[in-house]
């Protein structure tokens, strides 16, 4: 199992967000290329960013990080937040980058996300963000009214490399994940998971091994607070060897 540490990205700087609320965000010292730096000194190999100024508007408007980022360290990235066109995803992929979420797009357009996948296979994450059961959009701005689990259904045959779910009522909490959901979409899932929203203790990160088809975990803000020592979940990554 994989571990993702994150780096939120708005206004070039890190912060978090409870719940997705733009209005109720941390912002960190620590630019995300520092960040980056922190996490591939202490061992990992897996990064999850979201770029939360693109999620608002569309627009890719912290490439030139996540270029800095792929540039300067050995390290996977996963990169989300608005992306929702085949030329952001290029550019994405041209950086270097292992996956590109989609979400909004790929909800609001279902023949955009086979089309994404045929176009980069192996490369396309789909981020299911949900709140009670419900797909939310556009930087969790809106609610739809597709239920997670019909929408993964009608779309389990596209060719998806990885789904991120996240619990939006959770993310930024840390409240620990909402695993009994988590487990419900990795069962229906053709391919693997990754849990995000809500992991608060490493006992967090034990009981996400113990869940079947979960490929990894995000952690964001127990990290930034300080409740999870990276040492000690750079541990968790030796225990997987």
Same mark, same amino acid.
């Given at each position: ?96 980058? @292992?996956? %590109? $979420?989609? #979400?909004? !797009? ?6 955009? +996300?086979? *089309? ?98 979960? @490929?990894? %975990? $995000?952690? #964001?803000? !127990? ?6 020592? +990276?040492? *000690? ?9």
């Amino acid at each position: 199992m994989k571990i993702f540490p994150a780096i939120d990205i708005k206004d070039k700087k890190c912060v978090r967000l409870i719940k997705g609320d733009f209005e109720n965000k941390t912002e960190y010292d620590m630019s995300p290329v520092e960040q980056a730096r922190k996490y591939k000194d202490n061992g990992f190999k897996n990064l999850h960013i979201v770029d939360l100024d693109g999620a608002l508007t569309g627009d890719p408007i912290n490439i030139d990080i996540i270029h800095d980022i792929v540039g300067k360290f050995d390290l996977k990235i996963e990169i989300g937040g608005g992306i929702r066109n085949f030329e952001t995803i290029q550019k994405y992929i041209d950086t270097g980058v @292992e996956k %590109v $979420i989609l #979400g909004s !797009a790929a909800i609001k357009d279902r023949r955009f +996300l086979e *089309e994404a996948c045929n176009k980069f296979p192996n490369q396309i994450a789909l981020g299911l963000d949900a709140k009670d059961g419900h797909l939310a959009i556009s930087g969790w701005t809106e609610e739809s009214d597709k239920l997670t689990a019909e929408y993964l259904k009608k779309v389990n045959n596209y060719g998806v490399s990885r789904i991120i779910y996240t619990d939006i009522n959770r993310d930024g909490t840390k409240q620990s994940p909402n695993f009994e959901e988590t487990q419900k979409v990795a069962d229906i899932s053709n391919c693997p998971v990754v849990i995000s929203g809500g992991v608060s203790s490493i006992d967090d990160i034990k009981r996400a091994k113990k869940l079947n088809n979960i @490929e990894g %975990v $995000i952690v #964001g803000k !127990a990290i930034y607070d300080g409740d999870i020592k +990276l040492d *000690e979940l750079a541990k968790e990554i030796d225990a997987q060897k």
